[in-house]
Structures are given as structure tokens and as C-alpha cells.
């Protein structure tokens, strides 16, 4: 189960701080020749544009790749305060500093409770910490701001699996594979599950 949900916590984690600046530098470039667009507006085209090519992508790698870009520019909050804070948070959260890390991500979401990803890291926390209903309360946080966060959906469908409400999971896998077709753990968590249900029902 927890395969799932660490997916998003290492792919989030795994995006070192220059990669990730140069994620989202990228379309702020391609976005200039639009000086009537506010930044805001420029990132959430970007987002889209990201977001139809993940779904129509059929190569996984490819798909990986687009993902990884989408998850840049969900890390820029836009605050260099607050992206100090995330970059202490996953540090600590690393270490299995855990009490740290939540002081940070406390103080994340209070500053920017906008800020999608702030609530997704602080999810991700409780659900490392196994607190499963703080984590489902950031999840619907971060699924308010950014309904197609597959992160947050991924671990959202773990926390119902985990907890024996199977075809609330198997809804949630399915809507992560609306959002991201080509994810190979929600494809067989969703697989897996659906013949759990399939054999339950005969």
C-alpha cells in the first residue's frame, strides 16, 4: 500500500532545488511573449498545457518527465520565505526529523494557505507520522486548490485502502488515472483492486 503513497513523497522530494528552479524558470520563458497575462495566469496556462500532454502521453517515461515538470511548478510558491521553509521541511522529514518538519510545514500553511503543495508536504508528514486523519484533512485541502494533484490522490486512495474502504480506493486510483493515464503503481493498485471487488461480488 505504502508504495503508492511514497511515490509522490519521493518523486516531491527527489527534485533537488536547482531542477526544480529550472522547472519553473522554463515557462516563465516560453510564457513572455504574453505581457497582458499577470504571473499567476501565465503559470495556470502552463499547468493546463502540462496536464493535457500528461494525459495524451502513451510512453511511461515520457509521461514521468511531464509529470516531473508539473510537480516544479507546483513546488514555486512564489514566496522565497516560504520555499526556504519547504526546502527545510523535506530535509527534516528525510531525517525523520518529524516534529521539525511540521513546524515548518505549520508555518507553511498559514503563510501561503493558497499554496497547494504546502498542504500536500504537511499531508504527506501525517501520513509518514500515521496520523491518517490529519493527512486526509490536508489532502482536501490540497485537492480544493488543485483538484488533479495525482500526488494528493495517490495518497488519498492508499489512506482509504489502507483503512479497508476498497472501492472508495479504487475511486480514488481511477481518478488519478484520469489525470495521469500512464502511473504504473495507481494502474495496479487499481487493477488489483477491481478484481478484490470483482471476487467479493461473485
Do not use: C
Not at 44 to 63: C, I, M, Q, W, Y
Not at 101 to 113: G, H, N, R, S, T
Not at 144 to 154: C, I, K, V, Y
Amino acid at each position: 500500500m505504502r508504495s503508492v503513497f511514497v511515490f509522490s513523497i519521493g518523486s516531491l522530494l527527489a527534485i533537488s532545488p536547482a531542477l526544480a528552479m529550472a522547472q519553473a524558470q522554463e515557462p516563465v520563458q516560453q510564457q513572455a511573449a504574453l505581457p497582458n497575462q499577470t504571473l499567476a495566469e501565465k503559470r495556470a496556462a502552463r499547468l493546463n498545457e502540462l496536464f493535457d500532454s500528461l494525459k495524451r502521453e502513451s510512453n511511461e517515461v515520457k509521461a514521468a518527465r511531464i509529470a516531473s515538470l508539473i510537480q516544479g511548478q507546483w513546488q514555486n510558491s512564489g514566496s522565497a520565505t516560504v520555499d526556504l521553509m519547504m526546502s527545510w521541511a523535506a530535509k527534516a522529514m528525510e531525517d525523520k526529523k518529524y516534529s521539525v518538519a511540521l513546524d515548518f510545514l505549520d508555518q507553511v500553511v498559514v503563510m501561503k494557505p493558497d499554496y497547494a503543495e504546502g498542504w500536500n508536504r504537511r499531508a504527506t508528514l501525517h501520513f509518514m507520522m500515521n496520523d491518517y486523519g490529519r493527512s486526509m484533512a490536508d489532502i482536501q485541502r490540497t485537492l480544493s486548490l488543485e483538484p488533479r494533484h495525482f500526488g494528493a490522490l495517490s495518497g488519498m486512495a492508499a489512506i482509504l485502502k489502507d483503512t479497508g474502504r476498497k472501492e472508495a480506493a479504487l475511486e480514488a486510483f481511477e481518478r488519478v488515472l484520469a489525470v495521469y493515464p500512464m502511473l504504473r503503481a495507481a494502474q495496479t493498485q487499481a487493477g488489483e483492486l477491481a478484481d478484490e471487488l470483482t471476487g467479493q461480488r461473485t
